[in-house]
């Protein structure tokens, strides 16, 4: 049977784990976010004085279309959407192209009553690295060879996100000094010694967390500046310098609040 919801996790379909899978519902959720904010003096009204994104939850919702005397038959197609649940790593549904979300943590559901054959089971999916969901495919940019230059990235989304890049050195020669500035953020490195051949790599991990590599060794200490590389939604600028010429690469995936 084609199912109209669908969910993947991990690349696996949820209803290809068995015949009986009747997926419900689909909620997709919504960042939540926490508001600080002071009362004007007089008047009336507050000022908001910060915000901070906390987590993201997604529940999927299903039945087991078993009969209820099959209760051992039952509790073993539960126990597989469980073992499937506990895997983590990208969630996806079928009508949300080209979004992706990175689960941290699974809810589970209580089994109650498996003779109760109507009964339904929400399994929760929480993201609290990156609480939003992400585009798969990325807005990307390439130079030609050069030292020097700038360009400027439309960011999708909502929300704010980060900017990976790579840099190629083409010049045959080592060199030490690298900067790239996005939007109003901006990372310096000194002291790379990266060599004539060798490439720089700004990326982060499923956590978010920013990486900085000259091949496979971290260059992190190198950095000064900002601790990443942030944009908005919009029209950003990228800025980028380096000692020597050489082949720049820019990506950037727009984050979603739900």
Do not use: C
């Amino acid at each position: 049977m084609k199912l109209s919801r669908r969910v993947s996790l991990g690349g696996d379909q949820l209803d290809k784990i068995d015949d009986s899978i009747v997926i419900r519902g689909i909620d997709t959720g919504a960042a939540n976010e926490s508001i600080s904010a002071v009362s004007r003096m007089g008047g009336s009204g507050q000022r908001v004085t910060g915000s901070h994104w906390n987590t993201l939850d997604v529940s999927v919702s299903y039945a087991i279309d078993i009969p209820k005397k099959q209760l051992a038959l039952r509790r073993e197609v539960f126990e597989k959407v469980n073992a499937w649940a506990r895997k983590a790593g990208w969630l996806r549904v079928n009508f949300m192209e080209n979004r992706r979300m990175y689960v941290d943590k699974v809810i589970y559901p209580s089994a109650g009553d498996l003779r109760d054959w109507t009964d339904e089971y929400t399994i929760t999916f929480r993201a609290y690295n990156v609480p939003f969901w992400q585009e798969e495919t990325p807005t990307t940019y390439t130079s030609g060879t050069t030292a020097k230059g700038s360009t400027s990235m439309t960011v999708n989304g909502h929300v704010q996100t980060v900017v990976n890049a790579t840099f190629t050195n083409k010049s045959g020669v080592s060199f030490n000094n690298l900067t790239i500035k996005a939007g109003s953020s901006e990372i310096k490195l000194a002291g790379l010694g990266l060599g004539g051949s060798e490439k720089l790599t700004v990326t982060h991990g499923n956590d978010g967390l920013l990486k900085i590599t000259k091949g496979s060794t971290s260059v992190y200490s190198k950095m000064s500046g900002a601790d990443d590389l942030y944009v908005n939604p919009g029209k950003n600028t990228i800025a980028f310098e380096a000692d020597r010429a050489g082949v720049w690469t820019f990506e950037s995936y727009g984050r979603y609040i739900g």
